[in-house]
Nanobody
């Protein structure tokens, strides 16, 4: 079993920054790819970013390219989402997720096996 716990959410003004963290425990962290999704009220849970087992490959949704960065530290079993130049439309609950490394960076929420409880990010205008 893999357990994920997100932290770092909060309230920030438009143009500001936040860094989300996801602490991963359980089975060998290095065997899993990790991703971030977000869900705004009344909307589907959408892909934001993904990284492979060692952080050497990353993928970002078009809506966050140039503003968000995903990274991971396998020594600390932690995945990060650095969010810069935040916009009100970034307001959502952000979820960390993981799936066993299969050589691909996945964007479908149904393809991930493990999920955190989510952390709220609110961007005021």
């Amino acid at each position: 079993q893999v357990r994920l716990v997100e932290s770092g959410g909060g309230l920030v003004q438009a143009g500001g920054s936040l860094r989300l963290s996801c602490a991963v425990s359980g089975r060998t962290f290095g065997r899993y790819c990790t991703g971030w999704f977000r869900q705004a009220p009344g909307k589907e849970r959408d892909f934001v970013a993904a990284t492979n087992w060692n952080g050497g490959k990353t993928l970002l949704a078009d809506s966050v390219k140039g503003r968000f960065t995903i990274s991971r530290n396998n020594g600390e079993n932690t995945v990060y989402l650095q969010m810069n130049n935040l916009k009100p439309e970034d307001t959502a609950v952000y979820y960390c997720a993981a799936h066993r490394d299969n050589g691909y960076l996945l964007i479908g929420r149904n393809e991930y096996d493990y999920w955190g409880q989510g952390t709220q990010v609110t961007v005021s205008s």
